[in-house]
């Protein structure tokens, strides 16, 4: 079974504090994605990598970077977090003939 | 990008049938998909339609029409369990978007 980890299921943090959310698969996946999901808005592409150092802007990359450094690791950085990022952020990951994403178990991150 | 749009609640009693329909707009579709989300948990894969016409998995279906660009899920034999929410997802090869997500509720 594919397996994808988050490294936390909360995480509070303050105003304006550098923000990383780390994301890991099992299964050797090119390709990795991280999303936020909002109440009525449901999930919303914010970067995805298909594959090592490659990263490719979502739909609102705005006031977040990535990093993919190995192929089983993505990271999520909120450079200086604010309320408005207050969200469950969801890491997910699909192999390249699949249409199939993994999805990790979620980050409830609070900025306060 | 893609715009999918879906109810935002449906309730139905256990062993009845439920459709939630999907509209898309698209500028690059490969095919629709659905994933289903209890309470707390992760997002779960359903099914996918690249083409036209009725996949069948257990008591989930899903269908797709790309002229009409429409598609839907129809939950059978509805149980307590399905109670959850439910995604359409399209897009080209990288990139997945979402629609809002329909609340189920079952109720005994």
């Known amino acids: 079974d594919v397996k994808v980890t988050q490294s936390s299921r909360y995480l509070v943090k303050r105003t304006g504090e550098k923000v990383f959310l780390e994301c890991v698969q099992d299964?050797?996946?090119?390709?990795m994605f991280w999303y936020r999901q909002d109440p009525g808005l449901g999930l919303r592409l914010i970067y995805f990598?298909?594959?090592?150092?490659?990263?490719e802007k979502g739909d609102i990359p705005e006031g977040y970077s990535v990093s993919r450094e190995k192929k089983e690791r993505f990271s999520l950085i909120l450079e200086s977090a604010s309320t408005n990022q207050t969200s469950m952020y969801l890491c997910?990951?699909?192999?390249?003939?699949?249409?199939?994403?993994?999805f990790g178990p979620g980050t409830r991150l609070t900025v306060t | 990008g893609q715009s999918l749009e879906q109810p935002s609640e449906v309730t139905a009693v256990e062993g009845a049938i439920v459709q939630i329909n999907c509209t898309y707009q698209?500028?690059?579709?490969?095919?629709l998909s659905w994933y289903q989300q209890h309470d707390g948990g992760a997002p779960t894969f359903l099914s996918y339609?690249?083409?036209?016409g009725l996949e069948e998995t257990g008591r989930f279906s899903s269908f797709l029409s790309r002229s009409d660009s429409y598609g839907y899920l129809l939950l059978q034999e509805l149980q307590m369990k399905d109670s959850a929410s439910y995604f359409c997802?399209?897009?080209?090869?990288?990139?997945?978007?979402f629609g809002a997500g329909t609340t189920v509720t079952v109720r005994a």
């Open positions: 990598s298909y594959d090592v150092k490659m990263k």
């Open positions: 698209t500028s690059g579709f490969y095919g």
């Open positions: 997910a990951s699909r192999g390249p003939h699949g249409y199939e994403q993994y």
């Open positions: 997802a399209g897009g080209d090869d990288y990139k997945l978007s």
């Open positions: 339609n690249a083409l036209d």
């Open positions: 299964m050797d996946h090119e390709n």
